[in-house]
């Protein structure tokens, strides 16, 4: 990975859509993801590309991703895939800065884009564990740059994300 001055806000990494992921010591109880996504759309064709999740082969289970294949050109989705589905985020464009986050309670997912909810789905489980951002253990790694990440043991409220949007939380 690398980092460029010319994150969302202030430094972001940037992933080359090949071998760029970032290692963490594992993180668990997870309740919300939230970050900053700019995707490159020279690295989005086709394949679904994982952000957060059970990354190992083709599995998508329990997997937020990248999903250009919903949209038009130079679009995509944010998706969350638990183990029974797919659960759709509004489209984003590439190449440009979208704020998303995903909350669960456990049963109820709910999935915002620039700070408004996009929708709420029942699910059946959730990404509650991690240890690397946008793996590049299969051929579908996340090319483009990626800010502001904040992992949550906590469903965080509508009020609480439209913060984190507007930049209102600070970091730490």
Known sequence: VTF???????????????SSKINLSTISSIKTYSFWINPD????????????????????????VLDPGFGGAGEGRMVYYDNTS??????INFNEWSHIAFTSDGTTLKIYTNGSLSNTYTTSGFVSSINEICSTSSNRQFKGSIDQVRIFNDSLTSDEVTQLYNNEIACS
């Open 86 to 91: 797919a659960k759709y985020g509004d489209i």
């Open 41 to 64: 759309s020279s690295g989005n064709a086709t394949y679904a590309r994982r952000i957060f999740g059970n990354i190992g082969g083709t599995s998508y289970t329990y997997s937020i």
């Open 4 to 18: 460029t001055a010319s994150g969302k806000f202030g430094a972001a990494a940037v992933f080359n859509g090949s």
